[in-house]
């Protein structure tokens, strides 16, 4: 368990094994003693995440919500149906707008080691990868607009499988900046076409 | 640098020559591209004769596409240099294309009749991902020229690496096991691995081919009395069997379509089956290639390098299952699994009898236990999700009828008639139950799933490059996880669907020994 070589420590929030009540895979019924399990990846992204969720489903929302109201607008002779929708609209958005930013936050984990990229992501289905570090062929940041309105990096860290790439959303800049350098050096140490 | 002596090819100068097609091509390209515009050329002609100078605009027409065939010989050249591979070609806008040659994973040598009437072929040199429609495509060159071409482009590696140029010693291939291979051809060291027979035949109808061969019929059918107006009511046959049908009761003419269409279902798949399959032949050659060649009319060669090879598909579509047949496919790194029934040229085995499938997966393999090793089953949880998802998808049918008839009075027997998808849904879901497992074999991951299509999956377990282990809210209330193991190779990634959430992490710990240990707890 001591491999940690080249795992980058707590950057973010919260370094320690916080082994979150998230997502330990299934109803937890120990019925054997000596079960293998996955624990969860170390480290958790940065909390402004929260924050970025929470405007990118707004900004979603506001799509449907707009065309309701143009809707309405355009057949003011028989407004209850319209008007009803448009409540149930809203709600529907305000409970995704305001549990799926923190639901993820509790799932969205990722942990580096000197042989290994694991994360996990997700809020109702929910995905953890592994992909070994020999590997990996490019490790990639990306920031969209709203992301930087919080100061975040996307890290995608892809393999010579066109079905494998690693996505780790919503670090913030330094701690992106880091992992990015040492997967870059530890992917150098490996030969080979990595396929 | 060794120099490969016996079929006298010398590593590639440093300032390799441009190279031209065969101007024999000059007979073949117009002809070509006239049939390609056939169609075209028919329907100028049939609407410019309405209008009085058809014949003007089709001699048009031809004389356009002859002088383009003419352009592309003049304009297309090659060369093959230390590293690379180039085509140049284009006579407004030149283009260069380069290949990096270690990218090479496949070349395929192609022949229709008229190639072969005039000894030419057509090569197709396979770069994986990237694969663009043009690639790199050489159209025209002799048939030796292309034998050459493709030594050249493969089996430098192996050349390099053997140290005796002519190793005649027959069965022994690098690959390693060679089971019941019948030592053939002396000419380059090489075992066959498998031959088409003729009983093969047999399995044609049940490929279901003919399916496509009728759509594309009625397509062009269509087309063609679209655009140039013709209604087909005025052809006599067509008008015949339409009053025949209009005089017998609605069930007997609805039997006699179906039957109709049955027979040349049947008759289409079988001659389809030969026109592609015919002379079918996989050997291994010792330089390190799987070799396939086949085609009646139309050849075709495709060579794979089996360093690149990861695996091996054995797939059995329902029909075919029903009459003990199988087919078989490559998994090979940058050789995606195409369309069709040539499967996009990763092809080993077509449809053939089970036994011989499964024989020639396990000689490709160079390990017969994938194949036939016992599966563990996903248990009663993932049984219980086949069921619920094949039976929520046929439901709908039935109960959209319902709908029907409760708000739009639609007749009340439609839904009733429709509850039969429900036992045929169930049978299906627990065929896939039956099918549903998965094992670690040697070398190997084995997967198998699925009942219209039944696949078992043999992947090595070194073309695994990452895992995904993925639950919807539902499978982490059954407890149940889907197990996906990508890789570079084939589909890019293969599943093992609800595997119970105790045994997912022991199988990917086995399959990738010392990947998980960071990130295990035991307990």
Same mark, same amino acid.
């Given at each position: 368990m001591t491999s940690d070589g080249g795992t980058i420590d707590g950057g973010t929030t919260d370094g320690g094994t916080t082994d979150g009540g998230t997502a330990d895979g299934g109803t937890a019924d120990g019925e054997a003693a000596s079960v293998m399990r996955l624990r969860p990846p170390r480290h958790r992204v940065s909390r402004r995440a929260i924050w970025y969720w929470t405007v990118r489903a707004a900004v979603g929302w506001l799509v449907p919500l707009a065309a309701q109201v143009v809707w309405l607008l355009s057949d003011l002779s028989n407004p209850a149906p319209h008007v009803l929708w448009l409540v149930v609209t809203v709600l529907v958005a305000a409970v995704h707008v305001v549990v799926m930013p923190q639901w993820r936050f509790r799932v969205h984990r990722w942990e580096t080691t000197a042989e290994a990229v694991y994360t996990q992501a997700g809020w109702l289905n929910q995905s953890r990868r592994i992909a070994p570090v020999s590997r990996i062929q490019t490790v990639d940041t990306a920031r969209g607009p709203i992301e930087q309105l919080f100061g975040l990096t996307n890290v995608t860290v892809t393999t010579a499988s066109a079905a494998g790439p690693l996505k780790i959303d919503g670090l913030d800049h330094e701690t992106a900046q880091r992992l990015v350098d040492e997967l870059t050096t530890t992917t150098q140490a490996h030969p080979g076409d990595a396929t | 640098m060794t120099v490969d002596a016996d079929s006298g090819i010398a590593p590639t100068a440093v300032a390799p020559q441009w190279r031209r097609l065969s101007p024999r091509m000059l007979a073949v390209h117009p002809v070509q591209e006239t049939l390609r515009a056939l169609p075209a050329l028919l329907i100028a002609f049939v609407a410019g004769r309405s209008s009085g100078n058809g014949g003007l605009w089709g001699l048009f027409g031809v004389v356009v596409t002859v002088g383009l065939g003419v352009l592309r010989w003049a304009t297309t050249s090659y060369r093959v240099g230390v590293d690379q591979v180039q085509v140049r070609r284009g006579f407004v806008r030149r283009r260069v294309l380069s290949i990096p040659r270690d990218r090479v994973r496949t070349v395929d040598i192609t022949a229709h009749p008229l190639h072969r009437l005039l000894g030419l072929v057509r090569i197709t040199v396979g770069t994986g991902q990237s694969d663009r429609k043009e690639g790199l495509r050489l159209d025209g060159l002799t048939a030796a020229e292309g034998d050459r071409l493709r030594v050249e482009l493969l089996h430098r590696g192996a050349a390099v690496a053997t140290v005796e140029p002519e190793a005649t010693t027959g069965s022994v291939a690098t690959g390693g096991v060679v089971a019941g291979g019948v030592a053939a051809a002396p000419a380059p060291a090489e075992t066959v691995l498998a031959s088409m027979r003729p =009983?093969?035949?047999?399995?044609g109808p049940f490929t279901l081919s003919g399916l496509v061969t009728i759509g594309v019929v009625a397509g062009f059918v269509y087309r063609l009395a679209n655009e140039a107006h013709?209604?087909? =009511?005025?052809?006599g046959p067509l008008r015949a069997i339409s009053h025949q049908l209009s005089r017998v009761p609605l069930g007997i003419a609805i039997g006699e379509v179906a039957l109709a269409v049955l027979v040349f279902v049947a008759v289409a798949s079988t001659v389809g089956y030969v026109v592609a399959f015919w002379g079918f032949r996989l050997s291994r050659q010792d330089t390190g290639t799987l070799h396939m060649t086949r085609g009646l009319l139309t050849t075709r060669a495709t060579t794979i390098e089996e360093r690149r090879l990861r695996g091996v598909e054995l797939s059995e579509p329902l029909l075919l299952r029903a009459v003990g047949g199988a087919r078989c496919i490559a998994i090979a790194t940058g050789l995606r699994v195409g369309r069709g029934a040539e499967r996009g040229g990763t092809l080993l085995l077509p449809p053939a009898p089970r036994a011989e499938a499964i024989r020639v997966a396990a000689d490709v393999l160079g390990d017969p236990h994938p194949l036939t090793v016992e599966l563990t089953g996903h248990g009663l949880r993932a049984a219980r999700r086949r069921y619920l998802r094949a039976l929520e998808v046929a439901a709908v049918l039935p109960a959209g009828l319902a709908l029907l008839w409760w708000l739009a009075g639609w007749p009340g027997w439609a839904p009733l008639v429709a509850l039969v998808v429900l036992p045929v849904a169930a049978a299906l879901a627990a065929d896939r139950v039956r099918s549903l497992g998965h094992a670690i074999s040697g070398g190997h991951l084995v997967v198998r799933q699925g009942s219209v299509v039944r696949r078992r999956y043999a992947l090595a377990r070194e073309g695994i490059i990452g895992w995904h282990l993925r639950q919807s809210i539902f499978q982490r209330r059954a407890g149940v996880v889907t197990v996906i193991a990508t890789t570079?190779?084939?589909?890019?990634h293969y599943s093992l669907l609800d595997v119970p959430v105790d045994l997912s992490v022991p199988v990917v710990a086995e399959a990738t020994p010392g990947l998980l240990d960071p990130f295990l707890i035991v307990g």
């Open positions: - | =009983g093969w035949v047999w399995y013709v209604n087909p =009511g005025r052809f570079a190779a084939g589909r890019q």
